[in-house]
């Protein structure tokens, strides 16, 4: 439907068009926000894609200071305008996605009304997660603009179809993923925030026949009247918000010659309801929803040290022990300082589903770790990728006065196993430029094949990042040829994948034959990486199979992704 942040959005129409806020639609957000804390601040709201002001007013009377933000020049010129009265509202020109101008944790509530289908998705909640304070909110609200006509009942599959069509421009713009958006009245953000691990999560919704597939998981509350919008409609007001539709607007401006869309769909609504009057007051329902996550929960644990009087146990213990990032303060393992370039190239060369593939700061700080606490000197590496794992081992060995370069056998420090020639090559010139290239070694072609041809070598960390389906060979191999040096280590990553998930609580090994529990999987990373089913069931079987084999014992830490540490009983 509309976006308020649209460049060529001419304002004065949709100031005057649009549906208004409900008043009581900013007091239950703030109600949602002080639910479990009633002196939870209010000093700043944030209303994102804020087109004309129009619900930065609305925030305008609970919150110290509202900031709203808007891509486009001429709605922030409209909005400033309208808001003369509200002097505490700042209007600042930003993508919603980039806040740059907005500290970090800094803000108490943010809110989007009908404009999250214009943002990227992953983007848009990671700067939510940066600027949001502990146990800050976020409110996503909106509605779809298909139209329930209270005395006109016969219009409503009329105003769907032209709806459908406005949205089938908007298609066409590219913006095919926001039209569903739009369609689904942003279920996608409630998916997504659920998996991000937000909680106190709320989704409502009206009416209850808005939601086709609701989450099991996550059913919505259904609200008994409006909770977003209201609408003082005539014809010639409807007329004028169908104007204010992004794919209607585009379609203007491509062909002026041809007759509006909005003035199509009008004439047939008036049609069939027999009006003739364009100012006829009109009773019209939108299907809408608010979802209302809180309590961030990320492993961001850079929080300033003056806010965690406010935070929650869970925040609490959070700013002490990360999942996934790493406070700078509190950790000693550095990290390399080419390492966040590395991330940004892997992401921009190979997608960022796939960037997930290399390891995290923080975990590569834990691989930091190991390599101290083991006194390591050799390290072998099943699945090079782009090299960040190679890169903090060998960081970790030239901090511990591990020398470079071959020995007298030939060997580097690091022997790293890849398939991918690709990989490899991106691999070596991202080791040049961490200065370590002269600690390791990369063999391209089958793992299983190289890494049996090591044997007679023996190494300290034998670490295991490759197709998950051939881990209990990698495992055999090692195990089987001695290649663990006395008090080494194997390190199996990826042994919690979303894909195992649905095998949790089954003993022994499993075949095709047995079904996995119904679980929410698979997940968007899932799928970015290709993990199926059958992994899922490679990796229980590894499991298990390492967890019952007298040769050795095995700890799995819920870190990331799951870590298996894995050491052997005679070595």
Partial sequence: MATPSH??????????????????????????????????????????????????????????????????????????????????????????????????????????????????????????????????????????????????????????SHCIGFNKLMSDLGQDAGYKMVANVYQTYHQLLARAKWTGIQRRIYPGTIEDEP?????????????????????????????????????????????????????????????????????????????LPSYYTSSETTIPVDQLKDASPEHLRLYYAAQVSVNPNLSTPSIPASIPKLYTDTQATEGKHMALMAVSEYQGMLQNFFVGLLNAKRIVEVGTFTGASAIFFANALKRNGVAGGPDANGNKPIISLDISEKFADIARKNFVAAGVDDYIDVIVGDARENLASLAGQTFDIAFIDADKPSYEAYYNTVVENKMLAKGGLIIADNTAFDCVTPFIGTQGPIGDDVAPLKVSFPTEMAIGLGLSEAIGRALHNFNEYVRKDPRSEVLMLPLFTGISLIRLLDA
Wanted: aromatic share 8%; proline share 6%.
């Fill in 215 to 291: 989450l099991p998981d996550a059913p919505p509350i259904v609200s008994p009247e409006p909770v977003v919008v209201e609408f003082e409609a005539t014809w010639r007001k409807l007329r004028g918000f169908y104007q204010t539709a992004s794919g209607v607007v585009k379609y203007v401006q491509s062909h002026p010659n041809e007759e509006n869309p909005a003035d199509v769909a009008v004439r047939d609504l008036m049609a069939t309801a027999g009006a003739t009057d364009l100012d006829e007051k009109l009773r019209v329902q939108f299907g809408e929803s608010m979802s």
């Fill in 7 to 160: 460049p060529q959005y001419e304002a004065a129409n949709y100031q005057a068009c649009r549906p208004r806020y409900k008043a009581s639609l900013a007091d239950a957000i703030v109600a949602y926000h002080q639910q479990d804390n009633p002196e939870a601040a209010t000093d700043l709201g944030v209303d994102v894609a804020t087109g004309t002001g129009i619900f930065a007013r609305r925030l305008a009377a609970r919150f110290t200071k509202v900031i709203g933000t808007d891509i486009s020049a001429s709605m922030l010129e409209a909005a400033r305008a309208a808001s003369s009265e509200h002097p505490n509202i700042e209007y600042i020109e930003a993508a919603s996605e980039h806040l740059a101008a907005i500290n970090d944790h800094s803000v108490d509530v943010l809110t989007a009304a009908t404009s999250a289908h214009w943002f990227d998705p992953e983007k848009f909640i990671s700067e939510v997660q940066r600027v949001l304070k502990p146990n800050g909110t976020l409110a996503i609200v909106g509605y779809n603009g298909f139209l329930h006509f209270v005395d006109y009942p016969q219009c409503d599959k009329v105003s769907v």
